[in-house]
């Protein structure tokens, strides 16, 4: 079973309007989390980490936050643009091994 | 500043041929690399990773390997592929002393016919 659940799976908003992306976890004992953007056909590019005593965090107009204790956490973007499509991935990372869990991802459509 | 490469952005192979993907890394010394793939649909997983030359450790049995010839060259190899060995390639490198920290490269888009 995944550790890192993500929903919606797939988004489709008008540009300028905001959106809600979500992400519950399992992954124990947590490190840190991350969303990442990928653009299609392209290689994920790092927008946000969180730590356990972080509650939120903003790269632009990307704000992403965190419940360690509900292990949740969702990713805000604000007046949306046509370049925000793209899947938004959230990466859970625990204190033990390499291996990093990543979720399947939310794929954003921005139409005009 | 870092960089990662890898090559060929797309490849297309028959069944049962041999695949060498490469990655490479500037910038940086002794870095963590790591082989994920990418099926349509589904999230990254991990199939390699290598904390130094010649030192790989692979997460899932499957008919792929992997070698660092190099401290920062990475290579993901095939003796014959399969139809489900499709799917998009991505090579990651993180600070020796920080494994959270990954930086992905391009990838390979592979299909398999």
């Known amino acids: 079973k995944n550790q890192v659940e993500q929903s919606p799976q797939s988004l489709i908003i008008l540009e300028g309007k905001n959106c809600t992306l979500q992400c519950n976890y399992t992954v124990s004992p947590f490190s840190n989390l991350r969303w990442y953007k990928q653009d299609t056909g392209r290689g994920p590019v790092s927008l946000t980490i969180m730590t356990f005593s972080e509650n939120t965090k903003s790269n632009g107009r990307y704000t992403a936050t965190l419940d360690a204790d509900t292990k949740q956490s969702s990713l805000h973007i604000t007046a949306s643009q046509l370049s925000d499509s793209a899947s938004y991935i959230c990466?859970?990372?625990?204190?033990?091994?390499?291996?990093?869990?990543f979720g399947k991802g939310t794929s954003l459509l921005v139409t005009p | 500043s870092q960089t990662i490469h890898q090559w060929p952005a797309t490849l297309v192979q028959p069944v049962g041929s041999p695949l060498s993907l490469e990655c490479t890394v500037e910038?940086?010394?002794?870095?963590?690399l790591y082989w994920y793939r990418q099926a349509a649909g589904r999230g990254l997983q991990l199939l390699f990773y290598?904390?130094?030359?010649?030192?790989i450790s692979s997460e899932v049995p499957q008919n792929l390997s992997a070698s660092r010839p190099q401290d920062r060259q990475f290579i993901l190899s095939s003796k014959k592929l399969l139809l489900s060995d499709s799917g998009f390639y991505l090579c990651a490198w993180s600070p020796g002393t920080n494994t959270d920290t990954q930086y992905f490269g391009p990838g390979t888009r592979l299909t398999v016919l």
């Open positions: 990466v859970v990372s625990a204190y033990s091994g390499y291996a990093l869990n």
């Open positions: 910038g940086t010394s002794n870095p963590n």
């Open positions: 290598s904390v130094g030359i010649g030192q």
